[in-house]
Structures are given as C-alpha cells and as structure tokens.
C-alpha cells in the first residue's frame, strides 16, 4: 500500500530535521476469551500531554532501539507508542519515555511455534488506541492430540499492553490434520471496529486443494468469533464485509473475480469478473479495496487497471488510463481519511503515482516519471491528508488530494539538547544528571549512537509521531517525535 527532510545536524540524542516536500519523489469459528490480565496487573496513570501535530509535518530522531538479531521483524506506531512486534510478541514503547515499555508474548505454551505475523495497526475500541496483530502458529500437539495449524489474533491496550480481546483460529477443520500455513499474504482491518482479515497460504498439498492456493482468515474482537473463507485473497475489511479477490485453485490459477462475502459467516454475495488474467491486492483505504491487474494485449501493449470496491455495497470503479508499456502491479496506502496513494515501479523506468479519493473511488490525480518534470518517490506511509514518502535524495511530503509538493519552514533546534551527546545544554536544560534518563534518546534500551544521523520517511504516523527500520548503518527502529 499497501503510506519525510533537510540535511539533519546529527547529534546523538535527536536531529531536528524539516521533512520537506520536493517534487521529484466449510466456514469455522472459534471462541477464545480475553486476557484480563494482560501484559500487566498495574494501574499506571495517564503520562502528561506532549507535542502533537495532526497530522504532523516534521520530526526529531527521538530514540533508537537495536533490531540486531531478531527475526520477523514488524514495527508500528499506534497512539503516542512505538511498537516492535517479533515472533516472540509485541513491545510497546511510549514515544516520550513516560513510561515503562510493555511486552505481550505471541505464544504461552513451549509447544506452540509462530512461524509468522502480521504488521501491528491501530485500531479503536470502546475509545482507546489498540494494537491489533495476528501470528500464524504451529500448535506442536500435547498427549495424543496431533499437531495442528492456528491462527493467534490479539487487540491489546497501546498505553499499557493489557490484552482488550484475543481470538485463537484453530486451522485443521479447513487444512486438515496436522497442515499449517506458509506465510502471512495479505493483512486488512476496520480501524472503527477493530476487525481484522488476513490472507494466508496454505504449506501444503493437503491444504491447498482444500482453501486454494490463498485464504482468508476473519477476526472480530467484540464477538471473539473468527470464520476461515476458502479460495478468498482479501483486501479490505469493513463492518463485518470483506472485499478481494478469487484466491485461486490449488495451483493458483483462478478466474480474476472480485469477491465480497459476510465476513461472519463466510457467504460470498456478490462476485464481479474481470477481463484480467489474474488480480493483485493492493491495500485499502477507509470505505474501499483497492486490487490491481493486467491483461496483456500484445508485447507493447498492456492494459494496467486499478479496481476500487466499495467493500458494502461490492460496487466496482475501474480506474484505467494508467501506463500501458509493461504490467504493473499497484500498492496502495489509505491515510486514514478520505484519501488514497497508489504506485507502481515498471521494469523500463516509467513508474506510476496516482491519488484517489476514497469516498468516490475516482482517480483525483497522478503522474508517471517519463511524463512529467517529477519522480515518484516510494510511498511509506499517509496519515490524515500527507503522504510521507522517500527519494534518493531526501525524504518528501505529498498533498494526499491534490499529489502537490508541501513544504514546511524549518523549526528551530531545541534548546534542550542532550550534553551526554555533544549538545549545548539550553536554558531549560537541567543540570540533574538524572532528570536526563527520562529523555526518551536514554530510557528503555534506547542506544542513540545507533543513529545514522540521516532522517528517512517514517513507516508509521500518528499525531504523535512516527517510525521507521533504519537498516544500512546498524538495524534498529528509529523512533521520531514531531516538531510541526
């Protein structure tokens, strides 16, 4: 989807710097009940306020935190905490250093295996801001009980790490005896009701002429219900419908239908062919799927079409005119509002950007590069009207309605700037070497000379601020706070 920056003054503790835009870039459920106790039994009280920008414009590099060695790696953003998620479980660290950070395991038992996860999202419940990730998991099998394929889905309290709802999928009804998954193939969620539907491949023979070649598995955290759809590779998912794409037979090779089905039950009730050969998923936004597809006319001519669904209704809006010269597979980032940010990179250069408005399902603008004076950068991520996204040169900002440039005057640095990493202490700097543990560059793990003093585009955004995988210096996860 599928979601920036002067030269940084880099001190170790955090380099102000402008993310400046510039042009150029048989249905099964099962029941499960919620962790009262979750991550934690403490009561914490509420952290102060901090700076917010909604949405925010430019960041400092706040915190770094090693990756080095863990494997699976997906990081987020949700509320004012960063996340990591692993295949060992999720932690969760307050963006200003507050608090205690939070760890919620993927798996209780030695017995159970996570072989795989999804990226954590947020979403809303009863008000709160929730992480909400789903692990795929190989129950090795306890006495007689043989092993078993399952699905682990967790929404967990982002300000604490106390599990709100957690929903197990038990996966041998739908594959069989002893049959896992591969990997995790496509992941989709309804921010306003916390469900979530994630497309999944099955590991074996077995299990492929069973579900096809991808499958849905549907989550709901308020009915602590999960339903498995057969042959389904989902895209979107919104007050208990899901949108996609036929998942194939077990050799992958199915008519290209959009499919849109009760997510409770399963029931496919609407289906809309297309004249594509096969059908890609690309994201969602807020209302819509988004799937993308080609069908080949001949060696130089190719029609490239993007499909939005309206995932209620299963109304389909194609949108054509894109660049015909090669097959293009578009990704696309909803900002969480109303509109869309789609791209595609074609093989001979000709790379495509294009801006949708989610409400209609109408192509509002877009470019390709060898037809304008601009680049199409690399989207990473668009929140509330921004698209924050990456060129060679520099991380950029992108009017989400418009696909326009947006600039941002540079702050000021901080008068606050930490002695222990070459600054000059403010006037407000305090001259208790403790109060500096609080900061967030010093607390919880946090390591800042793993810093590369090079801002990139954040992964992730909130208000709050924002994330991304720094992964050419050392790995670590870069945590960012917004200054506008």
């Not at 924050?388 to 040169?393: I, L, M, N, R, S």
Request: aromatic fraction near 4%.
């Amino acid at each position: 989807m599928a979601v920036a920056v002067a030269t940084a003054t880099a001190t170790a503790t955090a380099a102000v710097v402008l993310l400046a835009g510039c042009g150029g870039s048989d249905d099964q459920s099962s029941d499960s009940k919620p962790d009262s106790a979750g991550a934690s039994s403490a009561t914490t009280p509420s952290p102060p306020p901090i700076a917010s920008f909604d949405p925010p414009k430019a960041f400092a590099a706040a915190s770094a935190f090693a990756l080095e060695g863990q494997k699976g790696v997906g990081t987020g953003m949700v509320g004012r905490s960063t996340l990591v998620a692993s295949l060992t479980g999720v932690t969760g660290r307050d963006i200003a250093a507050q608090k205690e950070p939070w760890m919620v395991p993927a798996a209780e038992a030695t017995t159970t295996e996570t072989v795989a996860l999804t990226r954590p999202v947020g979403v809303q419940l009863d008000g709160k801001d929730v992480v909400a990730i789903a692990y795929v998991q190989n129950d090795k099998g306890n006495g007689t009980q043989k092993a078993k394929g399952q699905v682990l889905f967790q929404w967990i309290d982002s300000a604490d790490g106390k599990k709100v709802a957690e929903v197990v999928t038990d996966l041998t009804a739908a594959l069989g005896p002893g049959e896992g998954v591969d990997d995790v193939v496509g992941q989709a969620y309804d921010a306003a009701t916390g469900q979530v539907a994630i497309g999944l491949k099955p590991a074996g023979q077995a299990g492929r002429q069973k579900v096809g070649a991808t499958f849905t598995v549907y989550a709901d955290p308020t009915t602590q219900k999960s339903t498995v759809i057969p042959s389904f590779d989902v895209a979107g998912v919104l007050n208990g419908v899901v949108a996609g794409a036929n998942g194939g037979n077990a050799q992958g090779q199915g008519e290209a239908t959009i499919l849109v089905a009760d997510a409770a039950t399963g029931k496919i009730t609407k289906r809309t062919p297309t004249n594509q050969a096969v059908l890609h998923v690309a994201g969602h936004g807020s209302k819509r799927a988004y799937l993308s597809g080609t069908t080949r006319k001949s060696d130089a001519d190719n029609n490239n079409t993007v499909y939005a669904v309206d995932i209620p209704t299963g109304a389909v809006v194609p949108i054509k005119g894109l660049v015909q010269d090669g097959t293009m597979n578009f990704g696309c980032l909803g900002d969480e509002a109303t509109a869309v940010v789609c791209t595609a990179r074609a093989a001979d250069g000709n790379h495509e950007i294009i801006g949708i408005d989610d409400t209609t399902g109408k192509k509002a603008w877009g470019y390709t590069e060898k037809a304008s004076n601009r680049v199409v950068p690399s989207v990473t991520a668009a929140f509330h009207g921004i698209i924050y996204a990456q060129t060679e040169a520099q991380p950029v900002l992108m009017d989400a309605a418009t696909g326009e440039d947006v600039k941002v005057s540079t702050p000021a640095p901080p008068e606050s700037a930490s002695p222990t990493d070459g600054g000059t202490p403010g006037s407000s700097q305090s001259s208790d070497p403790s109060s500096q543990t609080n900061s967030p560059a010093n607390a919880n793990g946090s390591v800042m000379s793993l810093y590369d003093g090079k801002l990139r585009s954040p992964h992730a955004v909130t208000e709050y601020g924002g994330v991304y995988v720094q992964g050419n210096y050392k790995r670590a996860l870069i945590a960012l706070s917004p200054t506008a």
